[in-house]
């Protein structure tokens, strides 16, 4: 059964870790965006590039108070290495069981080179701080996809 969520709909309650060894709460939000964003694998090409891209961008999104948390499978110690490697801005956030990614309908079925396995489908939620989905990218491409993202948060505000 595959979960779908919807703008306006609520985000799922959840806690992670974080690689700066804090606990990101969803029931805890106190900036006026987030924007949470599901990726495959650290230190992968397209993987590194959006994680710069938004770590590029950080300070225009601290200018109008929305977080970027990046949520993988990795562990907290790949996360802390990815970090260190390529000079990252933002937190990621560890879901080594899955389950926010399942919650948030993108663990789906993958087709490459023939090969069908499941996966994490790249895709960015913009949430407002009373845990409202304002926007949803699925299938993301990487190229441009963190300032497409900042210009839509900057017109929800």
Known sequence: MTIELKINDNIPNFTLPLSDDSLFNSEELKKKLYIIYFYPKDNTPGCTNEAKDFSSLKEDFDEIDAEIIGISKDSIKKHKNFIEKQGLKIKLASDEEGNVIESFGVWVE?????????????????????????????????????????????ELI
């Open 110 to 154: 993958k087709k490459m080179y023939g090969r069908t396995y499941m996966g994490i489908e790249r895709s960015t939620f913009i949430v407002s701080s009373e845990k409202k989905i304002l926007e949803i990218y699925k299938k993301v491409k990487v190229k441009n996809h963190a300032n497409l993202v900042l210009e839509r948060a900057k």
